[in-house]
């Protein structure tokens, strides 16, 4: 399967962004997927994750309440939406997709992964 993240961008502290990431195949559903980010200098951190129907989701705890993370599997695509970003949300965001269906917080779990996508917020 490939993904295709889009939708970063240079944002204002306290905006709003929504991130696609658009994935090839017909598998797409039965897939969990996954956010995320990578700010400079630093290790590929966790950000959401979602099961397969979209019925159980997981967050980080540093944007616990200011995002969310969903998917339509009719449009093979999963989406992040980033509230109230702060400059600590600065980081290429990444999507990855994982066959087990499931969802995890760790990069192991991860079978296929996006290029990315950069999301800067300023201060």
């Known amino acids: 399967v490939q993904l295709q993240a889009s939708g970063g961008g240079l944002v204002q502290a306290g905006g709003s962004l929504r991130l696609s990431c658009a994935a090839s195949?017909?598998?797409?559903?039965?897939?969990?997927m996954g956010w995320f980010r990578q700010a400079p200098g630093k290790e590929r951190e966790f950000v959401a994750a979602?099961?397969?129907?979209?019925?159980?989701?997981y967050y980080a705890d540093p944007v616990k309440g200011r995002f969310t993370i969903s998917r339509d599997n009719a449009k093979n695509t999963a989406y992040l939406q980033m509230n109230s970003l702060k400059p600590e949300d600065t980081a290429v965001y990444y999507c990855?997709?994982?066959?087990?269906?499931?969802?995890?917080?760790?990069?192991?779990?991860?079978?296929?992964w996006g290029q990315g996508t950069q999301v800067t917020v300023s201060s």
């Open positions: 990855a997709a994982t066959i087990s269906g499931s969802y995890y917080s760790s990069t192991r779990g991860y079978n296929y």
């Open positions: 195949g017909r598998t797409f559903s039965s897939y969990g």
């Open positions: 979602i099961s397969w129907s979209g019925g159980s989701t």
